[in-house]
C-alpha cells in the first residue's frame, strides 16, 4: 500500500493532480477488486500494479481538465471502468454513466461502485446502437468519452449522438491518430460534430503515446445515427 501511495501521488502530481488520503485509497481498493475479479473473468492484461497505475488509471484521469464541474458523462464501452472510475474518484461532481455491452463487466462495475461507495455513478449494460436510440439517452450528456473501442469514424457515430447541442465527445487515442482524423471527418461533420481540439503528450515517466481528440457537438445527430449494432464498427462512414 505504501509503495503505491507514492507511485500514485507521484505519477498524478506529474499531470497536475494532487490526489487526497481517500481517493488513494479508492485507487489501491479498486486495483485489488480488478486483479481479484481478473481471476475469474477477463478484464485486463495489465496485472503488475506500476502498470495499472500508469496505463489505467493515469491514463485515465489525464481527461479531467476537458470536463467542467457537475456535468452529465458517459463513458462508452467502459469495459472495467476506465476512463469513467477514475475520473468519478478524483472528481465527485461528475455525473457519470458507464456504459458496456457485457453483463458480467457490468456486474463488476456495480460491485466497485458499491465497495468505493461512490455516488452519482451507474453502470448499464446496453449496445451503444441502441441506447443512442433511446430517447432518455439521446442527446442527454455534457461530455461523452471513450477508451480504445473503435476508429474515430466508428466512435463519433457511438459518441455524437449521446452529447447535447455544444457537448463534447473525448476520444482518448494512441500514438497514431493524423490519417483516423483525415479519414473520419465525413463522419464528423455529417453526425454534427466539428474537431475542436487535438492533444498528444506521454504518460508520466514513460514512453507511452497518447492524444486525446476533442469534438464539440454544433448541431443535432440525424435520427438515422447510430445504424443498427455492428454496422458502425464493419461499415464506418466514409
Known amino acids: 500500500m505504501e509503495e503505491f501511495k507514492v507511485k500514485m501521488e507521484r505519477y498524478a502530481k506529474q499531470i497536475g493532480i494532487v490526489l487526497d488520503k481517500k481517493q488513494i485509497e479508492q485507487f489501491y481498493q479498486y486495483m485489488e477488486l480488478l486483479l481479484s475479479w481478473n481471476e475469474k473473468m477477463n478484464l485486463t492484461a495489465i496485472t503488475k500494479p506500476e502498470e495499472i497505475i500508469v496505463k489505467h488509471f493515469i491514463d485515465s484521469i489525464t481527461i479531467a481538465k476537458y470536463i467542467d464541474r457537475n456535468k452529465k458523462l458517459i463513458d462508452v464501452g467502459t469495459g472495467a471502468g476506465f476512463p469513467g472510475i477514475p475520473l468519478k474518484i478524483i472528481r465527485p461532481d461528475i455525473q457519470i454513466t458507464l456504459l458496456d ?11 466497485v461502485i458499491k465497495q468505493l461507495e461512490l455516488e452519482k ?7 451503444v446502437e ?17 477508451r480504445a473501442v473503435a476508429n474515430l ?9 449521446l452529447v447535447k447541442i455544444n457537448g463534447k465527445c473525448i476520444c482518448m487515442k494512441g500514438s497514431t491518430v493524423k490519417e483516423e482524423i483525415e479519414q473520419s471527418q465525413k463522419a464528423i461533420m455529417l453526425l454534427g ?25 454544433s448541431k443535432i445527430t440525424p435520427a438515422k445515427y447510430p445504424r443498427k449494432p455492428g454496422t458502425p464498427s464493419k461499415e464506418p462512414i466514409r
Open 101 to 111: 455491452s457485457l453483463a458480467k463487466r457490468v456486474q463488476f462495475l456495480e460491485e
Open 121 to 127: 455513478i451507474e453502470a448499464i449494460h446496453f449496445r
Open 130 to 146: 441502441e441506447f443512442g436510440k433511446d430517447k432518455k439517452y439521446r442527446e442527454q450528456f455534457d461530455y461523452a468519452t471513450s
Open 153 to 161: 469514424s466508428t466512435l463519433s457515430e457511438y459518441l455524437l449522438p
Open 193 to 217: 460534430g466539428k474537431v475542436e481540439e487535438i492533444e498528444g503528450f506521454k504518460l508520466p515517466e514513460s514512453d507511452i503515446d497518447r492524444h486525446v481528440i476533442l469534438l464539440r457537438k
